[in-house]
């Protein structure tokens, strides 16, 4: 079925679908979103993606509605679509104003639900595993637009997955000011080095995954070591494994790093093993979303 557009509360059909040309989401990326899927109809992590939707909104100051309201308005719209898997996108623009910086001037938030089907990504990739490579672009700092926040301003992403698109690679890892690892442009990465899952600290200046943290209580209780540490390349060079993680990609092995192959230039039984306790986790938890109803 087409995906289905939920505006302030009305659902719409993609052709249907209108915001203000005025809009500061628009105009300048002023706005905070969430990406959430379903597994089995169920609504995977919502709790977890809406907290940190109204931490992101809360540090760019822009007003959210009740918790509620936005958890029904999901429902409505993932049954509208009526896919048997969903993804679903969550908006919040600060709204339309006149043309100017000034963010006081808008006058009341935009919220945009899009649901649509759920696109794996291919066997094939889990398989094979992907290659990364490390772009000349830098993370932002955090002092300057913190990625801990997940603004629609992504356009230091967008940048370095061009940057590695064109070099034939699948994304990009992003290093900070100093050098040392992040992130990739939409997931968290981590690497197994001696026998220890590490993965960069929340102050590398990264986005706090939803996934990541689950990841790491999921291999904890599988009875893995996990430290979480800052990270070069030389760590990522003599990884066992080196894998990224995300709502969407799950646990996605990484086997080329630019020249350097990781490990045996294969996926790893850690990948393997965290993206089987992943799906099962998933699978037996979540908002169960109601049926769509037929029309007699």
Known sequence: MPLRVNIDGRILREDQARI???????????????????????LFAEARHLRRLERSAAALAIRLPPRAW????????????????????????????????????ARRPCTVIIAKAYEPYPDAAYRRGIRVHIPAIRRNAREALDPAVKSGNYLNSVLALGAARRAGFDDALMLDRFGRVTEATSANVFAVLDGTLCTPPLDAGILEGVTRGIVLRLAAADG??????????????????????????EVMPVVRIDRAVVGDGRPGPVARRLRERLQAYAARSGGRVPPRREKP
């Not at 203000?20 to 169920?42: N, W």
């Not at 719209?77 to 001037?105: C, F, Q």
């Not at 070591?225 to 969407?248: G, I, K, N, W």
């Open 70 to 105: 936005l958890r029904r308005q999901i429902r409505r719209t993932v049954v509208a679509a009526g896919e048997a898997e969903t993804y679903v996108r969550v908006i919040v623009t600060r709204g339309v104003g006149p043309i100017t910086l000034d963010p006081t001037v």
């Open 224 to 249: 893995l070591r996990c430290r979480e540490r800052h990270l070069r390349r030389a760590d990522l060079r003599r990884a066992s494994e080196v894998m990224l993680t995300s709502t969407l990609r």
């Open 20 to 42: 203000s040309v005025l809009d500061r989401g628009f105009l300048y990326g002023d706005s905070v979103y969430e990406v959430l899927r379903t597994y089995g109809g169920r």
